[in-house]
């Protein structure tokens, strides 16, 4: 522990260096060559705008397409990519043409959850790259198939879990590999916000601007209301994961990260929708405990409750036999057993770290830092966690596969009905 008294390091963003790896810093170098531009197409502009904004930053990636079923989002995107770019991107409706075009070498897909896995699995069949946005499927069956993909089609396939790019993080997690706080054995994850209600939504007759049919795409159909859209998707299962798959999964995966555990034993879950009298479907106070055999996860999400743990509304901390550490935005905070602060970090933020590890993958023919394998992971403690607080009991999983073991209703909610013709597919 020497080496981390009372220091305080502000890592710079030069630092990337440390996020990207030696190898993959070699592949950018200076600005890449015109026959080195990765061309990319983004899907889902509501969240795609501000990826797209962050890739007109990089050498090297040119947005040849933006797309969105939403008319009104399409300007937001251009706008996005007009500030920097000088070429003019396409715009689409419909995200199929951009696979079409043989010249794009990648595809963003930031549409809601119940697109994520269906996406991508058509962008690596179409010879695409992707970069998913969390959490990587609605579903845990669409996880294990992307994976299948990724790997038959030779894809990167990056997952917007973007702290597995930010130098602190990294950082962070080999100070914990390392041993700074001793034998890590437990970990918190929390989540907290003020989400106003989104009412009782009538039926109403579908906006000019929306194409609704294609916005549920592998989805079974359901007729329009006025409380589905923009964001409000995600509290239906229907089409989203909850609060647990929207924010969870971030902490969760630098838990399952800083743990070094893949699937749990046992999964158990508990809370309710405490807050608003409306449609939400999905729990607005959440509790779930992942059981690894010696090694535990905590997970607590609070929608409507702003004041979360160690005075941050997002985080995670880390409790070992000598020491506890807490992520603390960008970087963290290490305490002895006597509650002291011995050590501290800082580190930059963004989604600009976590594309440049992408475009360096493609180039590099590398695997990225959330690589889909290690985001199906993450993903599936949340999809467990939901499966279990709609089940209403705890389930046991096989600690190899993470499949639930012996419970035939809960392993029903392991994948989904589609809509006719958009069933998705095993790689062949």
Same mark, same amino acid.
């Given at each position: 522990?020497?080496?981390?008294?009372?220091?305080?390091v502000?890592?710079?963003?030069s630092?990337?260096?440390?996020?990207?790896?030696?190898?993959?810093?070699?592949?950018?170098?200076?600005?890449?060559?015109?026959?080195?531009?990765?061309?990319?197409?983004v899907?889902?502009?509501?969240?795609?705008?501000?990826?797209?904004?962050?890739l007109?930053?990089?050498?090297?990636?040119?947005?040849?397409?933006v797309?969105?079923?939403?008319?009104?989002?399409i300007?937001?995107?251009?706008?996005?990519?007009?500030?920097?770019?000088?070429?003019?991107?396409?715009?689409?409706?419909?995200?199929?043409?951009?696979?079409?075009?043989?010249?794009?070498?990648?595809?963003?897909?930031?549409?809601?959850?119940?697109?994520?896995?269906?996406?991508?699995?058509?962008?690596?069949?179409?010879?695409?790259h992707?970069?998913?946005?969390?959490?990587?499927?609605?579903?845990?069956?669409?996880?294990?198939?992307?994976?299948?993909a990724?790997?038959?089609?030779?894809?990167?396939?990056?997952?917007?879990?973007?702290?597995?790019?930010?130098?602190?993080?990294?950082?962070?997690?080999?100070?914990?590999?390392?041993?700074?706080?001793?034998?890590?054995?437990?970990?918190?994850?929390?989540?907290?916000?003020?989400?106003?209600?989104?009412?009782h939504?009538?039926? $109403?007759?579908? %906006?000019?601007?929306? #194409?609704?049919r +294609?916005?549920?795409?592998? *989805?079974?159909? &359901? @007729?329009?209301?006025?409380?589905?859209?923009?964001?409000?998707?995600?509290?239906?299962?229907?089409w989203?994961?909850?609060?647990?798959?929207?924010?969870?999964?971030?902490?969760?995966?630098?838990?399952?990260?800083?743990?070094?555990?893949?699937?749990?034993?046992?999964?158990?879950?508990?809370?309710?929708?405490?807050?608003?009298?409306?449609?939400?479907?999905?729990?607005?106070?959440?509790?779930?405990?992942?059981?690894?055999?010696?090694?535990?996860?905590?997970?607590?999400?609070?929608?409507?409750?702003?004041?979360?743990?160690?005075?941050?509304?997002?985080?995670?901390?880390?409790?070992?036999?000598?020491?506890?550490?807490?992520?603390?935005?960008?970087?963290?905070?290490?305490?002895?057993?006597?509650?002291?602060?011995?050590?501290? $970090?800082?580190? %930059?933020?963004?989604? #600009?770290?976590? +594309?440049?590890?992408?475009? *360096?993958?493609? &180039? @590099?023919?590398?695997?990225?830092?959330?690589?889909?394998?290690?985001?199906?992971?993450?993903?599936?403690?949340?999809?467990?966690?939901?499966?279990?607080?709609?089940?209403?009991?705890?389930?046991?999983?096989?600690?190899?596969?993470?499949q639930i073991?012996?419970?035939?209703?809960?392993?029903?909610?392991?994948?989904?009905?589609?809509?006719?013709?958009?069933?998705?597919?095993?790689?062949?």
């Amino acid at each position: 522990m020497s080496s981390l008294n009372n220091r305080r390091v502000f890592l710079q963003s030069s630092t990337v260096a440390i996020a990207l790896g030696a190898s993959a810093v070699a592949s950018l170098g200076a600005t890449p060559a015109a026959s080195e531009t990765i061309s990319l197409g983004v899907m889902g502009l509501h969240r795609g705008s501000a990826l797209a904004a962050a890739l007109t930053t990089i050498p090297g990636a040119e947005i040849a397409y933006v797309c969105d079923v939403d008319s009104r989002a399409i300007a937001t995107g251009l706008e996005a990519v007009g500030r920097k770019q000088t070429r003019r991107p396409q715009a689409v409706g419909d995200f199929r043409k951009i696979l079409d075009d043989k010249s794009i070498d990648a595809l963003i897909v930031a549409a809601p959850d119940h697109w994520h896995a269906p996406a991508t699995l058509l962008a690596c069949a179409a010879g695409k790259h992707v970069y998913v946005e969390k959490p990587c499927s609605h579903n845990p069956r669409e996880g294990e198939l992307t994976i299948a993909a990724a790997r038959r089609q030779n894809r990167v396939v990056q997952v917007g879990t973007q702290r597995r790019s930010w130098p602190g993080i990294i950082e962070a997690m080999e100070k914990l590999h390392a041993g700074a706080i001793g034998r890590a054995l437990y970990a918190r994850a929390w989540y907290n916000n003020t989400r106003p209600s989104i009412g009782h939504g009538k039926p $109403a007759t579908t %906006p000019d601007w929306l #194409d609704y049919r +294609l916005w549920q795409g592998p *989805a079974p159909e &359901r @007729a329009y209301k006025d409380n589905y859209l923009p964001y409000n998707w995600h509290w239906f299962w229907h089409w989203g994961t909850g609060e647990l798959g929207n924010n969870g999964v971030h902490a969760l995966d630098v838990c399952r990260w800083g743990l070094n555990v893949d699937f749990p034993k046992r999964v158990v879950s508990g809370g309710g929708k405490y807050r608003h009298d409306d449609d939400q479907e999905t729990p607005d106070t959440q509790t779930v405990t992942y059981d690894f055999g010696d090694k535990a996860i905590l997970w607590e999400g609070l929608s409507w409750s702003p004041r979360g743990l160690e005075g941050d509304s997002f985080g995670a901390s880390f409790h070992g036999d000598r020491g506890t550490l807490v992520i603390n935005g960008g970087g963290y905070k290490i305490f002895d057993m006597a509650d002291k602060e011995i050590a501290n $970090a800082a580190g %930059p933020t963004g989604d #600009d770290l976590h +594309l440049v590890n992408f475009l *360096a993958s493609i &180039r @590099a023919s590398g695997r990225p830092h959330a690589d889909i394998e290690q985001g199906h992971r993450s993903t599936l403690l949340c999809h467990l966690g939901n499966i279990a607080y709609r089940v209403g009991r705890t389930l046991n999983c096989d600690p190899k596969t993470g499949q639930i073991q012996n419970d035939p209703e809960a392993m029903r909610l392991w994948s989904r009905e589609y809509r006719p013709g958009w069933e998705p597919q095993p790689a062949l």
